[in-house]
């Protein structure tokens, strides 16, 4: 079955000074889920927000919210963020020495269960785990930073939905980092159905013009 394009802007271009309105604008923008890009300043070179964050945002809006985990102590936090109020929850593959575990971990505690591939991982590190997996997040720029610019993977997008397909799975298949207008065809066309734009997406005036402009890309793409 298709699944529905859902655009997720991620947090980080935020003025975390007013991050409550921030987040508000982008819910009444017409965005799908938050994508809280979590750092622990050891698996990347930047730190984020942490799960007391998340929280304090939870009950202001009524979006889904997303944790990716972008932290060497996957499965202590993966809980966190669950008890945070994220719904689905995105570990490193390169993180996890037993992936099988900690992805079911996260389903035990209610969450989907999400994995994330950097861009030099490969798309078969996940072929053995697509059963204990609700959500794949390709990473299309080296995790850290926001406003990189996208590395272009589309063979690996698509070897990936070929995986998913292939098991007949009902798994959400993301792309994330420097993703815009120009380039989230390209990446719908391969097979990915949510898109996480932060710099894109927090350039445009106007907030809502900006997440129907994405998502009709997107959609043309895949028409
Ligand atoms: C990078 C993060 C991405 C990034 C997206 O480590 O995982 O979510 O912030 O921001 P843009 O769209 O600006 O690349
Ligand atoms: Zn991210």
């Known amino acids: 079955m298709r699944r529905p394009i859902e655009i997720a802007p991620s947090i980080l271009p935020a003025d975390f000074a007013r991050l409550g309105q921030e987040c508000t604008d982008l819910e009444n923008a017409g965005v799908d889920r938050i994508h809280w890009d979590v750092m622990d300043g050891v698996f990347v070179p930047n730190i984020t927000m942490g799960p007391d964050i998340v929280k304090s945002l939870r009950s202001h809006l009524t979006i ?3 944790a990716h985990l972008m932290v060497v102590n996957a499965d202590e936090f993966a809980p966190l963020f669950v008890e945070a109020g994220c719904s689905t929850v995105m570990v490193h593959a390169e993180a996890c020495t037993h992936l099988h575990r900690s992805l ?3 389903r035990n505690l209610g969450a989907r269960a999400g994995v994330v591939l950097n861009p030099h991982t490969p798309a078969c590190t996940i072929a053995n785990v ?19 610019t996208y590395i272009r993977l589309l063979d690996k997008i698509s070897e990936t939905k070929a995986m998913v397909d292939a098991g007949s799975y009902e798994i959400d298949i993301e792309v994330d980092g420097g993703i815009n207008a120009d ?13 996480v734009s932060g710099s894109a997406l927090f350039r445009y005036d106007d907030r809502a013009a900006g997440v129907s402009e994405l998502r009709a890309c997107a959609e043309a793409a895949r028409s």
Do not use: R
């Open 64 to 66: 889904p919210f997303e």
């Open 104 to 106: 079911n971990n996260i």
């Open 130 to 148: 697509l059963e204990q997996t609700d959500h794949i997040l390709i990473m299309t720029v080296n995790p850290g930073f926001g406003g990189q």
């Open 183 to 195: 380039n989230i065809g390209e990446c719908a066309a391969a097979g990915a159905n949510v898109f």
